[in-house]
Structures are given as C-alpha cells and as structure tokens.
C-alpha cells in the first residue's frame, strides 16, 4: 500500500461535494420545470436525483472531516440554459453525471491502494454514477 495524498483528496472531495450541492440545486429546478403528459413520473425521478446527490455530498463531507479537512460553503457553478423541454433537461442531466464520473475517477487514482476504505467508497459512487448514465441514456432513447 502507498500513502494516502490526504490533502489532495481532500481538495477532491471538497471540489465533489460542491458539484453534488450543485446536483442538488439543478434537479429541484428541473423537476419543477417539467411539464407535459409524463410529468409525474419524471418530476419523481428528479426529486429523487436531488435526494441522492445530498446524501452523496453528506457521504463526502462525512470523509472530508473524518480527514481533518474542512467541508465547502460553495456549491458548483450552474448554468441556466432557459431549455425545459424533457429532452433538453435528460442531455444536461447526461452531461452533469458524466461529469460527477469524471470527478470520481479522479478521486480514484488518488485513493487506490492507500485506502481501502475510500477506494471502497469510490468505486461504489462509480458504479452509481454509471448507472445514472445508463437510466439516462434509456430516457434519451425515445427522443432520437
């Protein structure tokens, strides 16, 4: 095993809980943007979404100051792009998750093999932003 990088992990998981806080505020917005015969189900998937990524950015937060680091007041960048249509609000989603893989990747090469813990931890965020991806991309279908 190597030695964990403590303070840049703690920069990671800073930077991912910003984006899940960030996650939090884009899918409360959408779900009260959606209109339409499928609203009901897919304003429940949003809120949701917005459930999950507050619990993933108290998860991060949980590890943040289990490594002495001091968790964010930020919440990510969003931009607002004024398109609510079903299709429009799924292509950002798609983007915003694949961006959360992204940023848990990265903690990845970080944690792998200094913590098992973490390394646990992160692989199951993975797997979950994967399969975000995965629901996502089905939603998209109907619309290509």
Not at 42 to 52: L, N, P, W
Not at 111 to 122: K, M, P, R
Request: glycine share 4%.
């Amino acid at each position: 095993m190597r030695e964990l990088d403590q303070e840049k992990a703690i920069h990671l998981l800073n930077t991912i809980m910003e984006f899940e806080l960030a996650g939090v505020v884009r899918y409360t917005h959408y779900s009260l943007m959606v209109t339409g015969p499928n609203r009901i189900p897919i304003v429940t998937f949003f809120k949701m979404q917005a459930t999950e990524s507050l619990t993933h950015a108290q998860q991060v937060g949980e590890i943040l100051t289990g490594l002495e680091g001091h968790p964010t007041l930020r919440v990510a960048p969003i931009e607002e792009t004024y398109k609510h249509a079903v299709k429009d609000i799924l292509e950002e989603t798609l983007h915003h998750e694949k961006k959360a893989l992204l940023l848990y990747k990265e903690l990845l090469d970080v944690v792998e093999n200094a913590s098992v813990y973490l390394e646990e931890f992160v692989r199951t965020m993975i797997g979950t932003e994967e399969m975000h991806t995965i629901e996502i991309k089905k939603m998209l279908r109907d619309f290509s």
